[in-house]
């Protein structure tokens, strides 16, 4: 079975995906769920959605460890064509997943009490990313 998931973004930041996930599972019995992203620019995350301050945190770690190339510490990239943020958000997502793999029980994923399903936007400019899901029961 497969799909594909759109997810609208707006910026940097994450955006879980959790819930359309679990409904596109459920009733499909035990298994394993891919999820790949299409795109060389963003992540894929799993990681605690209880409190907002992960998120806010991890975006302002990933800010700090790879700034824009305005930044004169970047000065050495050249692939500025796009805008300041995107060789950055290259840079991300090679540092980052882009594909998961998570186990499938009884129709829903097996995620930890606190955890959720994110695309992680490493470009400024609004986007709409396709995360590619494959299950095999």
Avoid at 15 to 40: A, I, K
Avoid at 58 to 77: C, G, I
Avoid at 111 to 116: A, C, E, I, M, R
Wanted: hydrophobic share 35%; with cysteine.
């Amino acid at each position: 079975m497969q799909t594909t998931f759109e997810i609208p973004t707006h910026g940097q930041g994450l955006y879980e995906f959790t819930r359309q996930v679990t409904r596109w599972t459920s009733g499909q019995g035990d298994g394993v769920l891919t999820l790949f992203v299409r795109h060389t620019s963003c992540s894929l995350l799993i990681q605690e959605n209880a409190d907002p301050e992960v998120q806010t945190d991890l975006h302002n770690f990933f800010a700090r460890l790879v700034p824009p190339t305005t930044d004169p510490s970047m000065a050495y990239l050249t692939h500025t064509y796009e805008g300041p943020d995107d060789m950055p958000a290259h840079i991300k997502a090679a540092m980052m997943p882009v594909s998961l793999s998570i186990p499938v029980a009884q129709g829903r994923p097996v995620l930890g009490t606190w955890q959720g399903i994110y695309l992680f936007e490493h470009r400024n400019a609004p986007h709409r990313r396709s995360v590619a899901a494959h299950f095999l029961a």
